[in-house]
Structures are given as structure tokens and as C-alpha cells.
């Protein structure tokens, strides 16, 4: 069973930029696919990226794209979601979860980081 940890989440003002980290023990890590995640108070959960460790493809919401970018380090069984020009909107409890590929269903979760974007 894939066990997942973030870390990262904080409290940032409009503009900033944070750094979540996603990191993978208990499967095969070229074999995963990572997705983060999002769920804000009141909406449903939605996502927001996803990257293919075996081949780097990736995939972007479109309300991230060109502000988030997702990358992997192989040797460290991580994933990371560098968010840029955050807004308030984004503020959400975060959460990585993994796949045999980004478009299969995700069966392992992590617990979630919380992101708080003041204005």
C-alpha cells in the first residue's frame, strides 16, 4: 500500500508563492502517477495537477495553469507542487493521492495540508 505525507501548506499573502512537497514510501515510485488535490470549505473537492513518474507528463487545472507547476524527484520518491501568484481562491486543504496513472482512480490519500492566501 502507497503511503503519502505532505508538507508545506502555510498561511501566504496574495502574490506569494509556497511549496508543497508530496512524499511516496510503500510502492514502486516510477510506477505511480501523483495528483494533487484541493477542497475548500463549502465546495467539492477538485484537481489541481497531476505528473506521471514514469515518463514526467504532466497535467494542469485550468484555473493553475501558469501559476503551478508540478515536478518529481525519482530518487526521493517526491513530488512537488510550486505555487506562484497565489490568490485567495486557492485557499484550501491540499491533498496528494496516487495512481497507475494520472488518469486512473486514486487509491491512496494523504491527510492533507492546509493553504490560507490572505488578501
Known amino acids: 500500500e502507497v503511503q503519502l505525507v505532505e508538507s508545506g501548506g502555510g498561511l501566504v499573502q496574495a502574490g506569494g508563492s509556497l511549496r508543497l512537497s508530496c512524499a511516496a514510501s510503500g510502492f514502486p515510485f516510477d510506477d505511480l502517477a501523483i495528483g494533487w488535490f484541493r477542497q475548500a470549505p463549502g465546495k467539492e473537492r477538485e484537481g489541481v495537477s497531476c505528473i506521471s513518474s514514469s515518463d514526467g507528463s504532466t497535467y494542469y487545472a485550468d484555473s493553475v495553469k501558469g501559476r503551478f507547476t508540478i515536478s518529481s524527484d525519482n530518487a526521493k520518491n517526491t513530488v512537488y507542487l510550486q505555487m506562484n501568484s497565489l490568490k485567495p481562491e486557492d485557499t484550501a486543504v491540499y491533498y496528494c493521492?496516487?495512481?497507475?496513472?494520472?488518469?486512473?482512480?486514486?487509491?491512496?490519500w494523504g491527510q492533507g495540508t492546509q493553504v490560507t492566501v490572505s488578501s
Open positions: 493521492a496516487a495512481a497507475t496513472g494520472c488518469s486512473r482512480y486514486f487509491s491512496s
